[in-house]
Structure formats: structure tokens, C-alpha cells
């Protein structure tokens, strides 16, 4: 990028930044100061020359800024990602030094593992119990014959505990299991044991409560550490944070911890390619030390251990969801001010808006992988 091109910028001069950006944004059918609600509205002119030389974080940090506005950030984003136009922004020189070390540098190490939880998932049970279904599930709902958010999260569990043929008396494995949801559902109404185990001491002592009384252990502990015999295991929405550096650990794990006939579900998000690029705004803001894996990483680590007996892509449904969780966290805004920041709602709404984007130009997927260890007779007749 030539630096005369970021020079001598006002507020009024069409010169050279505005025009890449507007150029680039043309690309994808949005408008500078259009009229569309996916058009976005610049109210500072350095916001042209932050995103030319930040990329991704200068423009997530410009929106939280109030450099700029979009009515329908979703749909914005849509745009954006079906037109590619993550991959033209400039990458950093901090962002290319970050995918060079992630090559030799294990980001998801024990040592680093607890910072997501920490970072994000300690951000206040208030938050997410306001946000989230009565069940508090943070991943993708299963929206096949939903119509609500509640419908499709109980639809998503249904789903899981089905796919693993849950008996009583079984014993299940939850590897981030959260909130507890899952876990007391399963007990509830599948009748089985289940452990559960999560790296956020928040999520531990909400999920104990959800689950008093029921068959269900829930334990601060990270997955590597794990050293107990069951029949099922589920891993939900926690893949994500485990890195390729890893993957090799964590399937081996897995099998260690499971009974010879059993199986294991894994429900991930994942990208449409192989690489380690990490969104720099996602990675400071959002899920520090993340990594999307793909179909090759899955299938490339999960072979020595592992038979794939289904996979199952329904990634189009993350779009609803996430626009379901948007709308509940707007609505229960004004109850949570005491404790946020008007910056943390700018962040939070950027971040839902932007995935949900992602989702519906199909950019991300989301995959329920269902493992045996050694194959099951006669196949799986998986439910859908």
C-alpha cells in the first residue's frame, strides 16, 4: 500500500483512502453514507485511514469508537464476507508475526488455557443468563422445526443426547460443558450419569446449582487432565479453543476416556479452509488464543484414534441463533448498564452481528462429528 495514500486526509476531500475504501466496499454492494441498511455511515475521517492500516481490528475498534455506523451490521457483514473482503484488507505486521509463531508456539498450552475463561466466559453469569435460552446453551441451535430460540436449543440437546443413543445407567462425559445445561438435561431426561468439566470457575458454580440434585459431577478442570471410563462423551463448543497444536492430544484423551463400544459427538464451528489465520479483533476482543479447525484438521487428527461414523453441517442455523441472541441481549440492555460499559455494548453487538454474517454468507460452518472407537456393526442410523 502506498503511505501517499493515507496522507493529508479531511473531513470534506474525496482523496486517495476514502476512495480505496469505498472502492473495496462497491465490491460488495455497500455504500459510504448510502441509504441502505447495510450501507455504513462514517462519522470520522480518519476511520478510512485506521481500517487501511489496521485492517480487521481498526475496523472493529473504529465501531466501538463511534467512528462509524450501520443499521443492519449483519447484513453488512454478509456483503463483506461473500465478496471476500476480509482477505484484501492489510494484514499487521503483529498479525503476521502471531501466524508465523502459531507454527512453533503451542497458544492453547495449560498455561494459556484458562485465559478464554477467564477473559470471556468470566464476563458475568448475568450477561449470558440474559442472552441466552433457559437452558443457557452458547452454541448453535437446531432450528430444523423451530420457532423460537428456546425450541431450537431444547431441539440441539434433543439431538445430541439421540445421536449418542443415551440409556439410563449410562455414564457421559461433557468436555466444556458450560452452564450445565446439557448435563442436567441428560440426567433429567435420558436418565444417565454425566461429569462434566469446564476451564471458567463462573460457569462451574452456576452450573452446580443448575444441576443440584441431579446425577451430575461438575469439575474445574481442563481436558487434558481427565482420567475416568465412560460410555458416551460430548464435547460442545469448546473444540474451538483447543489449536492445532493440540488436536492431537485431545482426540487421544478422548479415546483414553472411553469405553471400547462407545461414542463421541463433537459440535464445533469450523472453516471452510485449512489455515491459521485468527481474526485479530475476534482474537483480542472476543476468544484470546482461538483457532478455527477445518475438515482437514479434524479428519488429519482425529484418524489415529477415531472412526467417523456421521458429520453433520447445519451452520446456516448459527445465523438464527445469533440474531436471537442479539435481539435478547438489546432487550435486556437496560438492565445490564450497571455493570457494562456503553463500549462493552458497541463491542458485544459488533461481535454477534459480525459472526452472524459470517454464518449466512456461509464463510463458517458448524459440524456435529459423531466418532466410534472401533466402528458399530451394521452402521449408525443417525438422527436428524
Known sequence: MNSSCLENESGNARLPGRAIIEEMLAAAGVAVNGSRPFDIQVKNPQFYRRVLRQGSLGLGESYMDGWWECERLDA???????????????RRWRDTLYLMAARLVNYQSLRRARKVGEHHYDLGNDLFAAMLDPNMQ????????????????????RLICDKLGLKPGMHLLDIGCGWGGLAAYAARHYGVRVTGITISEQQ???????????????????????????????????????????????FKTAARNLTPDGLFLLHTIGAK???????????????????????????????????VEDWHNFGADYDLT???????????????????????????????NACAGAFRARDLQLWQVLFSREGVEGGLRVAR
Request: charged share 20%; aromatic share 16%; hydrophobic share 40%.
Open 273 to 307: 479452509t485449512t489455515d491459521l489465520r485468527i481474526d485479530p479483533w475476534i482474537e483480542k476482543y472476543i476468544f484470546p488464543n482461538g483457532c478455527l479447525p477445518s475438515v482437514s484438521h479434524i479428519a488429519g487428527a482425529s484418524e489415529r484414534y477415531w472412526l
Open 204 to 250: 462451574r458454580q452456576l452450573a452446580l446449582q443448575r444441576c443440584a440434585g441431579l446425577d451430575v459431577d461438575i469439575l474445574l478442570q481442563d481436558y487434558r487432565h481427565l482420567a475416568l471410563r465412560a460410555d458416551r462423551i460430548v464435547s460442545v463448543g469448546m473444540f474451538e479453543h483447543v489449536g492445532p497444536r493440540n488436536y492431537d492430544a485431545y
Open 322 to 352: 445469533l440474531m436471537a441472541w442479539l435481539q435478547r441481549f438489546q432487550q435486556a440492555w437496560p438492565q445490564l448498564t450497571a455493570h457494562y460499559p456503553s463500549r462493552f455494548y458497541r463491542m458485544f453487538t459488533y461481535y454477534l
Open 76 to 90: 453488512f457483514f454478509q456483503r463483506v464476507m461473500r465478496a471476500g473482503l476480509e482477505h484484501r484488507l492489510p
Open 138 to 157: 452458547y452454541s448453535c441451535g437446531y432450528w430444523k422445526d423451530a420457532a423460537t430460540l428456546e425450541e431450537a436449543q431444547e431441539a440441539k440437546l
